[in-house]
């Protein structure tokens, strides 16, 4: 039975084509007898591996964050939680440049933690190390929202049962309310590694771009579309891919 109006399916269209023709603009200006050259330099093979670890390292690192975030905002009910929340959020409302210029003026050489630490011999900024923070500041509210979302859809019955029961806090956690949330776990931390992937305002703004040590493969292209358009449409395919890789990942395991 028909359950919406037929007047849906024109905007529908148009959004599809808003997203889908420029991806296939794009592929169509790909030469691909040279597509493996381009993409076997040694520029973009640095480029590539650079942005593979790190992205993994941030996501990583939002996990280690992100889960104790979002059970705090799920599971706590204290003043200022909305407060809170709203700053977690913050990133993915600002702009990647302007999270680039915070994390350098409390990293950087004079920053609010970063003169500290020069003082112990320790430079963050224009470093790998600053790209792993620029992608874990922009990738991190993927995984606290996933989390959180499914941690307030649960509800508090099974965990009040275990307690009940005498299993202790640390108990009821790793055998009750991470199994639970363990598809939106998972859900969250492949988004946060795609957006860690994609990741640039923030770390050409922060880490700067030196080849084999802070470029990763959107600081590539953009380099490489004044001086090799091809090189650049050819890594911009390539990451399209690992996109196109990731949600499917996503969506087969777990539901987005």
Avoid: N
Avoid at 57 to 83: E, K, N, Q
């Amino acid at each position: 039975m028909r359950t919406l109006p037929r007047w849906v399916l024109i905007p529908a269209l148009l959004g599809g084509l808003l997203v889908l023709l420029p991806l296939v603009a794009m592929a169509a200006r790909v030469q691909w007898d040279s597509f493996g050259a381009l993409l076997t330099s040694e520029s973009s093979l640095a480029a590539l591996r650079l942005s593979l670890q790190t992205s993994a390292t941030s996501t990583l690192a939002c996990v280690i964050l992100g889960v104790p975030m979002a059970l705090l905002l799920a599971r706590s009910d204290f003043p200022g939680l909305s407060l809170l929340r709203s700053l977690v959020l913050i990133p993915l409302v600002l702009p990647p440049v302007v999270g680039g210029i915070a994390l350098l003026y409390t990293f950087g050489r004079q920053g609010l933690i970063g003169r500290h630490l020069e003082v112990l011999g320790v430079q963050i900024a224009f470093s790998t190390t600053a790209v792993v923070l620029a992608q874990t500041f922009v990738a991190l509210p993927f995984l606290v929202i996933s989390l959180e979302g499914a941690l307030r859809t649960a509800g508090t019955r099974y965990e009040v049962a275990a307690a009940s029961l005498g299993a202790k806090p640390s108990r009821v956690l790793s055998r009750v309310t991470l199994p639970l949330a363990l598809p939106a776990l998972l859900s969250g931390t492949v988004l946060s590694f795609a957006r860690a992937l994609g990741e640039f305002g923030a770390t050409i703004t922060f880490a700067g771009s030196l080849q084999g040590t802070t470029r990763t493969l959107p600081l590539e292209i953009y380099l490489q579309r004044e001086s090799d358009p091809q090189a650049a449409i050819a890594l911009s395919v390539v990451l399209m891919i690992v996109a196109v890789l990731i949600i499917a990942v996503a969506r087969r395991r777990v539901p987005l």
